[in-house]
């Protein structure tokens, strides 16, 4: 079993910056992708960010391209989101999540994924 646990939200004027982490532990953390996820009121779970099992590998979506940067410390057992530039529809409870089989890459599919973290709220401000 996997345990998730994120941290690092809050709330934060348009322009600003956060960054998510996600501590791991149960298992080896280094042989399994991982994802963010969000979900805003009223709205489907979406996509954010991918990384696979060794970092080598990122996906973004296309809302946060180019301002969200996805990252992983495999010694510290830690996924961060490093996020830039935020807007008021980057509001939402992000979610970290992890696959079960090893050695995959990320995935943009929430079916995708086995374990998931209990959510962090980001709220960006006008």
């Known amino acids: 079993q996997v345990q998730l646990v994120e941290s690092g939200g809050g709330l934060v004027q348009a322009g600003g910056s956060l960054r998510l982490s996600c501590a791991a532990s149960?298992?080896?953390?280094?042989?399994?992708?991982m994802g963010w996820f969000r979900q805003a009121p009223g709205k489907e779970r979406e996509f954010v960010a991918a990384?696979?099992?060794?970092?080598?590998?990122?996906y973004y979506a296309d809302s946060v391209k180019g301002r969200f940067t996805i990252s992983r410390d495999n010694a510290k057992n830690t996924m961060y989101l490093q996020m830039n530039s935020l807007k008021p529809e980057d509001t939402a409870v992000y979610y970290c999540?992890?696959?079960?089989?090893?050695?995959?890459?990320?995935?943009?599919?929430?079916?995708?994924?086995?374990?998931w973290g209990q959510g962090t709220q980001v709220t960006v401000s006008s």
């Open positions: 999540a992890a696959r079960k089989i090893a050695y995959t890459n990320g995935s943009y599919r929430a079916s995708d994924y086995d374990y």
């Open positions: 149960g298992r080896t953390f280094s042989n399994f992708a």
């Open positions: 990384i696979s099992w060794s970092g080598g590998s990122t």
